[in-house]
């Protein structure tokens, strides 16, 4: 059998760096700045999301952050990616009154831990200011612990990795604070108050300000302090009030193209199919062990080489209940189910049931193809279907718990050729079920 | 009937503002820059394309220009958006003598009308000005006529519409240059040269210089001859040669979100997803009229309902070999034939057949549904499939031709609240199939 999942990080509030195992450095290792020796005990560290914007560049009336990406709201998918993260303390969520409500079943709903909630503010850098008091315990009713240092991020930035984390917060315990950048994109240029060309910037000489962000938390909340209410109006900097108030030079450090902001629908396009992508990467093939497994067998190596990139593993069927935990945890959301017998609806079931019993939330919609074998010489096409009728009374059940089961009739030929162009098709309808997990397309027996 | 397609702009090499129905003006009322009287005759418009790009920065070896969406390379898609404005004479994209023979390749397959071709120079600054070198007339075996206006526009901006490339050609005849900007979407700082903030900028104060771009070619030109190495090695922007070469301060232009540069692998899936989203916006529904109309009318009607957004027409039967060009010109890609027999395979064929003899090139895969309404109390639903099956034979021969077919049963229920519901598990799955386009699930029986 194959490596199962296990070995691959973890994530849906459980920390990938905490393990001894995981790859990345833990911030234990930073050194405090409290005095003490380097490397003595990890800095504290939490988080602050501005989530109190309005989505007005995004041309739709829903605030971006909340716009739904395969159903889920779109700050769900960065909570996740900072709460994979075991060494962030808290993470405080600053949002407008009329949005509290629908944040807190948010957090509910997709199981999010160690969230707190501030109010947003008017403005960008009031609503981090407001984040930075809820950690701050010269707040009265404060009941979080003010953390060494604090990272920002933006609720619309949902690809943050722990590695650009790990890197900003090393580096804003070292020079006071430390941000992301990217190179620019676009020249920019300087208009004229007549709307012509006044100059133009040396690309090579600037860089986009990207998320996340890092400072001691003595430095930033200082600087709030200090700043003026023009800075909170207008300002769109956190390094530059850093800067401005407190004279720390950050630490500028390069980040992946993952970073950009969900800002226009295009954007939230584009995160839908980065999402898709990422999520498509795992399939977990479940054997039926009771039967010949050459099927099994056959299918997974026409899988490996029809879908390049994903990652095919298996597991028998009688071993998927106690797992099925591990393989969510692992991001494998798609199971391909191979069936030699097509009287298997109370094994389905039972399958199905272990996905709802998880005591994780679905984070995405779980592809489960039940895969059928046979051999249209002695069994007519349309027999078989009639027998596996109950798959789209099945399907509409558990669609309602966002588990998209389809039917797949793979025939089985003993012509070596055809049978080859059979799995190859059944190959590439799996792909599409895996990648494109279209609700609409749920209930229905393909054919291969 | 429903107006048809043909009162909406055209598109596919033919001009959307020539016709005197098209909404948009036509530069013909530019004031002439020879001197003559203002309006008296059209500015001559030429655009030029660098193309030479190595496209690293997505992290594919394949150029960025010819990175394929929807199986179409990406700058097919741009010089269909330009050759719609039938007022540009010539288009002159600059590639590399390695992709030289490929770029032949894309105009003939996809019928690119007015297309030249430059060699790429080493940078963008040099393909531009090898463009324009194409265009000069002081140049030996120039076969094109030098325009007044010049157009310069990327490859990988395939989104570009007539109302901006007016809008900069109309504004480079009376300023001399004239660009596209957006606001800024991070803030753009300057680093130290240890690696810290050195300062930020006004965020308000600055903008990202987009393309299109106009010029008088004259005055550009004139920049390019006269401008150093240097510039051409390591500038980026046109706007800034005219401005330091010929004092040609350019007016700059307000440019919407879709001017966006397909630069990182997200962008190209943005692009893919905003492409599947504009030819989905179109949908033909094909009534056999010899047969009682009121099953097609349902399901026009739940369509409408349940696919916001989309425009749906229909026609008869009879009449779509005639009008089959009229639908592909106006971006209809997707038909859906409702039948009440199933013995209709000739006239799919026959239908399937229209599509083929069109002339015009299929820029996107064409989406066609069969859909048959069958009484689920009076005809098993296996004997219909059986009667079927010559879909999946049919589907593998036209796939070959970019024709996507799958055939759709939906219960013909004497149940009014259950012949909703299929109606609407119907629509929801013409939907899924137009709008995702999936080559994997052609050829499928899909059961409402």
Not at 390 to 413: C, D, F, P
Not at 420 to 446: D, F
């Amino acid at each position: 059998m194959e490596p199962g999942p296990l070995s691959r990080p973890a994530e849906q509030g459980r920390c990938v760096s905490g393990s001894p195992s995981a790859g990345a450095a833990c911030p234990a290792s930073l050194p405090s700045t409290a005095g003490a020796e380097p490397g003595s005990r990890p800095a504290a560290v939490a988080a602050v999301l501005p989530a109190g914007g309005c989505g007005e560049r995004m041309g739709v009336r829903t605030p971006k952050q909340f716009c739904r990406v395969l159903e889920r709201p779109l700050i769900s998918y960065t909570l996740q990616a900072l709460e994979r993260v075991c060494w962030i303390k808290d993470i405080v969520v600053a949002v407008t009154r009329e949005n509290m409500e629908a944040m807190r079943n948010i957090i509910q709903r997709y199981g999010h831990k160690r969230i707190s909630l501030a109010e947003a503010g008017a403005t960008r850098h009031r609503s981090i200011f407001n984040g930075l008091k809820a950690l701050a315990e010269d707040q009265p009713d404060c009941k979080l612990t003010k953390p060494e240092v604090v990272i920002i991020h933006d609720a619309v930035r949902p690809f943050v990795d722990e590695d650009i984390l790990l890197r900003v917060v090393t580096a804003a315990n070292e020079h006071g604070a430390a941000g992301a950048i990217r190179p620019l994109v676009s020249t920019v240029i300087s208009p004229s108050a007549d709307g012509c060309l006044d100059h133009s910037l040396d690309r090579a000489k600037h860089r986009a300000s990207e998320m996340p962000q890092a400072f001691l938390f003595d430095v930033i909340y200082e600087a709030y302090q200090q700043c003026s209410d023009y800075d909170l109006e207008f300002g769109t900097e956190c390094l530059q009030l850093a800067l401005k108030y407190c004279h720390t030079k950050a630490k500028l450090l390069e980040g992946s193209p993952d970073l950009w902001k969900v800002t226009y629908k295009q954007d939230l396009y584009a995160a839908e199919s980065m999402i898709k992508e990422k999520i498509s990467q795992e399939i977990c093939v479940i054997e039926n062990t009771k039967d010949e497994e050459s099927v099994g067998y056959l299918l997974k190596e026409v899988l490996r080489n029809e879908l390049n990139f994903v990652n095919i593993t298996s597991t028998p069927l009688e071993h998927t209940g106690g797992n099925i935990q591990n393989f969510l945890i692992a991001q494998c959301y798609s199971f391909i189910c191979v069936n030699v017998v097509s009287s298997n609806f109370q094994e389905t079931q039972k399958f199905l049931g272990t996905l709802e019993e998880s005591s994780l939330p679905l984070l995405y919609p779980v592809v489960v193809v039940l895969v059928y074998f046979l051999d249209l010489t002695l069994v007519p096409l349309t027999q078989e279907m009639e027998n596996l009728m109950w798959i789209r009374e099945l399907a509409k059940e558990v669609k309602k718990r966002n588990v998209l089961l389809s039917g797949l009739l793979i025939n089985y030929s003993q012509d070596e050729q055809k049978l080859q162009e059979s799995l190859r098709q059944g190959a590439s309808i799996i792909g599409a079920l895996v990648k494109e997990r279209s609700s609409a397309l749920a209930g229905q027996l393909l054919v291969a």
